[in-house]
C-alpha cells in the first residue's frame, strides 16, 4: 500500500483496516441479533388487559430501570432503542396484534418508535402475534396485508433480507388453522396460497415480496410444513422444552435455566441438521410467568438465569450461528426486552442493571 509514492508502515496499514472496518462494516461483529418487545406496557393496550404492571409490581425486582413506564412515550421507546443499539442489537421485532375484524390493536410502542430521534440506529419488523381469530375471511387477510405494507414495510427503517421486508410469524399452528378456514387445499397449500397473495400484494405496491419467517419447533411435522407452504425462515418465540423431530420423545418442560438451555440447544441441533432452510438461531434470557399466573407445570417457572447462565447461553447460540453462518444467515434473536409477565427480560431492571446488555455486548461484539 502506498500513499504519495511512500510506503506506509505496517503500524499504519493496520490502524487504517481496522479504522476501515469500524467504519464501513458491522458495528457489533458478524452476528446480527435481534430482539422481541412485548407491546404490554401501556393504558391504550387492549389485547390481554387495560394494564400490564399491577401484576408486576407485586415482583419490585424486575421494576424497569425506567419505572414503571408507558410505552407509548417516545422519550421511553427513545432511550430503549439507544440502549439496544449502544450495546450491540441489530433489530427489535415488536409483537403485533390484529384482534378485530378490521383494525389493529393500539399500536404504541411500534409509533413511540417510529417518532424517536434515535430510530435510525436501529431497523424494526414485527411480529404478527396471531394467536387470536383473524384472518377468518379473505377479505380480512387483504386487509391485514394493507396495513402491514401502508404502514410498516415501506418504511426505511423496516428491516430487510434479500431486500424483501420482515414478517415473523408468531404461531405455525394458528396460521395452519386460519389457512385452511379461507382457502382451500392441503395443510400447506393453504398457507402457501395466502403467503403468495400477500407477496404479490407487497409487489403491486413496490416492494420486493415478503420474508416470511414462521416461529416454529424441532418438530419433522412442522418443519416440513413450514417449507412446503413457502416460508423464507425458521426461528422461534422461545422453547419450553426439549424436541428432537418426534413429539412423542420430548422432553418435560425445563426446571432450571440450565435445562432450558440444553433444551434449547437440542432444537437448535435438530433443526440445523434436518432442514435447508434458513434458521435465525432464538436465544432466551429466562421463564418465570408467575405474575401473569404459574405455568402449568409451576417448577417451569424455575427457569430464570443469572448474568452469566445467560452469557453461557447466548455464547452457544453465537457459536451455533458462526459454525453455520449460510444456514443462520448470521442472524439471531433473543426473547425478549420486556416480557416482565413471563420473566424473559434483559432490559435494564433494578435487580440486575444493565448486566444482561453488557453480557449481549461481550459475546456478540467485535
Not at 506506509?8 to 483496516?17: D, H, S
Not at 403468495?196 to 405496491?205: F, L
Not at 416460508?231 to 422461534?236: G, K, M, N, Q, T
Not at 452457544?316 to 425478549?336: C, M, N, S, W
Request: charged residues 20%; proline residues 7%; neutral net charge.
Amino acid at each position: 500500500m502506498q500513499k504519495r509514492g511512500v510506503m506506509m508502515r505496517p503500524k499504519v496499514v493496520l490502524f487504517l483496516i481496522v479504522l476501515m472496518l469500524t467504519v464501513s462494516g458491522p458495528a457489533f461483529g458478524s452476528v446480527n441479533i435481534g430482539v422481541y418487545y412485548y407491546p404490554g406496557w401501556s393504558p391504550q393496550t387492549g389485547v390481554f388487559r387495560p394494564d400490564g404492571w399491577p401484576p408486576i409490581k407485586n415482583y419490585p425486582e424486575r421494576e424497569p430501570l425506567l419505572g414503571w413506564y408507558n410505552e407509548n412515550d417516545v422519550d421511553t421507546v427513545n432511550q430503549q432503542i439507544t440502549w439496544m443499539a449502544d450495546y450491540g442489537i441489530g433489530f427489535v421485532a415488536f409483537a403485533w396484534y390484529w384482534y378485530k375484524p378490521h383494525a389493529p390493536e393500539p399500536e404504541t410502542a411500534v409509533r413511540a418508535y417510529l417518532n424517536a430521534p434515535a430510530k435510525s440506529r436501529i431497523p424494526y419488523t414485527l411480529l404478527w402475534a396471531n394467536h387470536f381469530l383473524y384472518p377468518t375471511t379473505l377479505a380480512e387477510w387483504d386487509a391485514i396485508v394493507k396495513f402491514w405494507i401502508d404502514e410498516h414495510m415501506g418504511n426505511k427503517e423496516y428491516l430487510r433480507i434479500d431486500d424483501k421486508p420482515v414478517l415473523f410469524v408468531f404461531s405455525s399452528m394458528y396460521l395452519r388453522d386460519q389457512a385452511l378456514k379461507i382457502e382451500s387445499g392441503n395443510d400447506a397449500t393453504a398457507t402457501k396460497t395466502m403467503l403468495d397473495r400477500a407477496r404479490d400484494a407487497a409487489k403491486k405496491a413496490g416492494l420486493n415480496g415478503i420474508y416470511f419467517v414462521i416461529c416454529t419447533e424441532a418438530s419433522m411435522y412442522w418443519v416440513d410444513w413450514a417449507k412446503r407452504a413457502g416460508f423464507d425462515a425458521l426461528s422461534a418465540y422461545n422453547y419450553h422444552y426439549g424436541l428432537e423431530g418426534d413429539y412423542e420423545n420430548r422432553t418435560p418442560d425445563s426446571h432450571s435455566f440450565a435445562e432450558l438451555d440444553a433444551y434449547y440447544r437440542m432444537q437448535w441441533n435438530w433443526i440445523l441438521k434436518n432442514s435447508e432452510m434458513p434458521y435465525f438461531v432464538p436465544m432466551i434470557s429466562g421463564w418465570d410467568r408467575r405474575p401473569w399466573g404459574p405455568s402449568s407445570d409451576p417448577l417451569h417457572d424455575n427457569s430464570t438465569s443469572t448474568p452469566q447462565e445467560f452469557e453461557t447461553h447466548i455464547r452457544a447460540g453465537y457459536d451455533t450461528i458462526i459454525r453455520h453462518a449460510a444456514q443462520t444467515k448470521g442472524i439471531g434473536i433473543l426473547y425478549a426486552w420486556n416480557e416482565y409477565g413471563e420473566g424473559g427480560i434483559i432490559e435494564p431492571t433494578k435487580r440486575y442493571g444493565f448486566e444482561y446488555l453488557q453480557r449481549i455486548r461481550k459475546v456478540f461484539s467485535k
